[in-house]
């Protein structure tokens, strides 16, 4: 039987999370593939930062917005000029922020972006990998230019801003296979205990002064720095601890103006990474974001990626939605977030 219409979560005005219209359950039309786009349907989600920040000032169109930039499921349908997967795949994927989002029972995808789901992962805990995986793959090795291979940069110092995070939990243990020592900030007990399990070498509180906690850890200066927290807060200082042509990396928006000059004597590089930029712009290299995930997926069924999920909320619908951003807004969330089941 054809499905003619599905469940979502959307929004239609950007409001506080306390505000029970802030996300709310709809029922919405079935799309269709075409093209190169996969009808998956949709098992899990997963939650992340910029689904808050598009909740609370994003452009609303056509009445209401549906969020949502994790999910895995199995492949329904596909479209005529599709390659890569066939009806009946399992599939995990991060999507595109100028689309429809996946907090849908459908959703559809371009096969570029996607990747086969890891084997030894559940549903839920696969939709918490996507987003998080490749933005710290590509901010470790195609911002930053880290040898993955761990032949070129084994013993390269790495300053992981934000380390108990969903992106930094996998940074620092992509970071670690690539023979790297990390050093990740965490500012709470089962924070810094995170992130020592997830393989960083040294931990460091980054509610208190950063420059003089590596300086006692013999690190006056580190080659790279990955900052998944607070671009403002950490910029002169990031400019003080990278080595002279270091290379610093960074996701998170600035709110106030980057004084540039602070990085020049060093020759510093300075990098953004936004893992939609492929997807937003159809960048002739879009499917190496099929690939990367695929790996990924390989390194989790071989054992050496752990899953990232700490939060399990179920079943998906917008109470629970609106609890996962709640948690999202304190700041004290640690690893990831995922919901599964309609």
């Keep these: 039987m054809v499905n003619t219409f599905m469940k979502a979560i959307a929004f239609s005005r950007n409001l506080p999370i306390t505000d029970p219209a802030s996300l709310e359950d709809v029922t919405l039309p079935a799309p269709v593939a075409t093209g190169r786009d996969l009808l998956v349907r949709v098992h899990a989600i997963g939650v992340n930062p910029v689904d808050t920040k598009v909740r609370r000032g994003g452009a609303v169109t056509d009445g209401r917005r549906v969020l949502g930039w994790d999910a895995a499921g199995v492949v329904e349908a596909v479209g005529p000029e599709v390659t890569l997967f066939q009806p009946g795949d399992a599939v995990y994927y991060a999507g595109s922020l100028v689309r429809p989002g996946a907090n849908s029972e459908l959703h559809l995808v371009d096969e570029r972006i996607v990747g086969r789901k890891p084997r030894r992962l559940s549903d839920v805990e696969a939709a918490a990998i996507p987003l998080t995986a490749i933005t710290a793959w590509e901010a470790l090795f195609d911002r930053l230019e880290i040898d993955r291979t761990g032949q070129r940069h084994a013993g390269k110092s790495l300053l992981i801003i934000g380390g108990a995070g969903g992106v930094g939990s996998l940074a620092i243990q992509l970071a670690k296979r690539a023979g790297l020592r990390v050093i990740a900030t965490a500012s709470r007990p089962e924070s810094a205990q995170w992130v020592r399990d997830l393989g960083a070498t040294d931990v460091v509180n980054h509610a208190e002064p950063l420059p003089p906690q590596l300086a006692a850890l013999g690190l006056p200066t580190v080659d790279y720095i990955a900052n998944f927290a607070d671009t403002d807060r ?103 977030i995922a919901l599964s089941g309609w």
């Design 234 to 336: 950490y910029w002169n200082v990031m400019a003080e601890l990278i080595r002279p042509q270091g290379r610093i990396v960074s996701i998170v928006e600035n709110s106030d103006p980057l004084d540039l000059n602070v990085l020049k004597a060093k020759s510093v590089a300075f990098f953004w990474e936004l893992m939609f930029t492929r997807s937003m712009f159809g960048t002739d290299d879009m499917i190496e974001q099929h690939h990367l995930l695929n790996v990924v997926a390989d390194l989790i069924d071989a054992g050496e990626l752990r899953a990232t999920l700490q939060t399990h909320l179920t079943p998906i619908n917008a109470a629970n939605l609106r609890e996962a951003h709640a948690q999202l807004e304190s700041g004290r969330t640690i690893g990831k």
